[in-house]
């Protein structure tokens, strides 16, 4: 089974960032395919179930100070170069082929980071194969979805369908442009996590540079 992991880099944990990892772990089946790392204790305490390791062995193996090398799975997996790394400074693009070539996908900081800060460079030290999902900045949900799509359903990144800085409209004189991309559902939407249109319109008087 496929496995993805988030090794979370802030300090804290956003509203926002809370929503895109519950989005995560119901896309990809749960838990049990979806781990986050280098998160602090307290932090971790504050998770909603959901989101919370199975037991303690799963719990001690991949949160608190942990970085992701530290869960025995990925150290195994990266000395077969089993481990990708998603990197937008890859020179090779995600292939359906590369599902068979894998089977952890890693994701670094907070991809959704605008203007991209290059959060991934702290992974690379790992030395795990990289490969990059395209030149426009994705949220974490949506690299980790579009991954699911092209490892799993074998679908080209070409072939999804995007859309890019999507205009969000409250109302008549009420709107907010996303800076990523994302992908589109059957009727041209951008998918995105439960509860985040309107999280983001509680927030729009502030601004999306003031939200991030």
Not at 1 to 26: N, T
Not at 127 to 155: H, S, Y
Not at 182 to 203: F, Q, S, T, W
Request: one cysteine or more.
């Amino acid at each position: 089974m496929v496995k993805y992991v988030v090794e979370h880099m802030e300090e804290g944990i956003f509203p926002w960032v809370l929503l895109e990892y519950l989005a995560v772990s119901r896309d990809v089946g749960g838990r049990e395919n979806f781990f986050l790392t280098s998160m602090k204790q307290s932090l971790y305490d504050s998770l909603p179930q959901e989101l919370v390791a199975n037991d303690e062995h799963e719990a001690a193996a991949t949160m608190t100070t942990n970085e992701v090398i530290a869960i025995p799975e990925v150290a195994e997996a990266a000395k077969l170069g089993r481990v990708c790394l998603l990197d937008p400074g890859a020179a090779e693009e995600l292939e359906p082929a590369d599902g068979d070539q894998f089977d952890w996908y890693v994701f670094g900081g907070i991809l959704g980071d605008h203007p991209p800060r290059d959060r991934t460079a702290e992974l690379r030290r790992y030395g795990f194969t990289g490969r990059r999902l395209g030149p426009v900045q994705m949220t974490t949900d949506t690299a980790i979805r579009v991954t699911k799509m092209v490892v799993e359903n074998k679908t080209a990144l070409d072939d999804i369908a995007y859309i890019d800085f999507p205009e969000l409209r409250f109302s008549r004189r009420e709107s907010t442009e996303m800076p990523f991309r994302y992908v589109a559902d059957d009727k041209g939407e951008p998918i995105l996590p439960n509860g985040m249109r309107e999280l983001i319109r509680a927030d729009s008087s502030r601004g999306f540079g003031d939200f991030l």
